[in-house]
């Protein structure tokens, strides 16, 4: 029996969604492909956990579906915006308005506090107000556990209180979805826990959709779904089977 459009019309829409997604190098004398018709779809508020070895194509994966690169060819479909037919301003409107990000790294601007940096995304919006501006970098700060903390700049903050401070920064727009890409690589093991309970703590409480890339497999098991990509191609790993 076909499904009935009045069914089909309830199903939730993905907030990311992909067909036969492809990413090819041109080198000197060949062409080598990353993977090649990749099928994904998340919907809002789910974790999304992405897994595979070095040099598997998982960070590239990420940078396509968070619209930092182009896929070599392919569907994508980001916040109801179809990606593949926008250039790269129309591109970054759709990072500033719906999407934020946690490195490994941090990525966090060494000359300026953690509340300059947790305020910094907001500086690009026309209107910009600097009481309105303070006043949200200090609720997301106090949520991530750093109110004492907001006038001291990296150097002097643990890897942990900096990838905090980078959280924050990610969410001071309201974001409907957060990349993470090894968001714990730099992280001791306790310090490590404590930022991944972080991050689904957030989600569950804010709604926000979570896709994050790690090579730690707990972290992936811990996610509502995991992907690993193997060989170019996208394999997900079904919980209880």
């Known amino acids: 029996m076909s499904q009935s459009s009045t069914d089909k019309s309830i199903m939730p829409q993905a907030i990311i969604s992909a067909q036969q997604l492809t990413q090819k190098i041109k080198l000197a004398d060949k062409e080598l492909c990353i993977f090649e018709n990749l099928n994904l779809a998340i919907h809002a508020g789910e974790q999304v956990a992405i897994t595979?070895?070095?040099?598997?194509?998982?960070?590239?994966?990420?940078?396509?579906?968070?619209?930092?690169?182009q896929a070599s060819s392919?569907?994508?479909q980001v916040c109801g915006e179809v990606v593949e037919t926008l250039n790269e301003e129309q591109r970054a409107v759709i990072r500033l308005k719906h999407i934020g990000?946690?490195?490994?790294?941090?990525q966090l601007l060494p000359h300026l506090t953690a509340l300059e940096n947790v305020m910094l995304p907001l500086r690009l919006d026309a209107k910009f107000h600097y009481a309105t501006?303070?006043?949200?970098?200090?609720?997301?700060?106090?949520?991530?556990?750093?109110?004492?903390?907001?006038?001291?700049?990296?150097?002097?903050?643990?890897?942990?209180?900096?990838?905090?401070?980078?959280i924050a920064r990610a969410l001071i727009r309201q974001p409907k979805i957060i990349f993470a890409d090894e968001p714990t690589g730099n992280l001791d093991g306790a310090t490590a826990k404590e930022i991944e309970q972080l991050l689904f703590n957030l989600n569950r409480e804010l709604g926000t959709t979570l896709v994050l890339v790690t090579h730690d497999q707990q972290?992936?098991?811990?996610?509502?779904?995991?992907?690993?990509?193997?060989?170019?191609?996208?394999?997900?790993?079904i919980k209880g089977s």
């Open 52 to 69: 595979g070895r070095s040099g598997s194509g998982k960070s590239t994966l990420l940078g396509i579906l968070a619209t930092l690169d």
């Open 74 to 76: 392919g569907h994508l």
């Open 101 to 106: 990000f946690v490195f490994q790294s941090f």
């Open 133 to 166: 501006a303070e006043q949200k970098a200090l609720a997301l700060l106090e949520r991530v556990g750093l109110t004492r903390q907001a006038a001291q700049t990296p150097k002097v903050l643990s890897g942990g209180e900096q990838q905090r401070v980078a």
């Open 219 to 237: 972290l992936a098991q811990q996610c509502q779904r995991h992907f690993e990509l193997h060989d170019g191609q996208l394999i997900e790993h």
